[in-house]
């Protein structure tokens, strides 16, 4: 079956850089009417919405990542990105995509880790 992957993750220092792919596979687009999104949870805590954007490029994001965090697709609408500037150690989580109006099914995410 067709699941979403999530890639980049990884071991940075404090205000270091990070950009995390999400794609489908099998290859396909992952957009339709509804928007994408990345999420993120943390150890001992909720699962949390960190940036989303639609089909036709909206963004929006969460006021912790706001001014850091980049999120994009490309234009076949096959690969979404978050480009994550400026981490900080509370940036440590799992993060997943997946649709911004979400069901009960997660891939198994990319671990980042903001650590000095």
């Known amino acids: 079956q067709v699941q979403l992957v999530e890639s980049g993750g990884g071991l940075v220092q404090p205000g270091g850089s990070l950009r995390l792919s999400c794609a489908a596979s099998?290859?396909?687009?992952?957009?339709?009417?509804?928007?994408m999104a990345w999420f993120r949870q943390a150890p001992g805590k909720q699962r949390e919405l960190v940036a989303s954007?639609?089909?036709?490029?909206?963004?929006d994001y969460s006021d912790s990542v706001k001014g850091r965090f980049t999120v994009s697709k490309n234009r076949a609408g096959t690969t979404m990105y978050l480009q994550m500037n400026d981490l900080k150690p509370e940036d440590t989580a799992v993060y997943y995509c997946?649709?911004?109006?979400?069901?009960?099914?997660w891939g198994q995410g990319t671990q980042v880790t903001v650590s000095s």
């Open positions: 954007i639609t089909r036709l490029g909206s963004t």
């Open positions: 099998p290859s396909r687009s992952i957009f339709s009417i509804t928007a």
């Open positions: 997946n649709r911004l109006s979400h069901g009960d099914s």
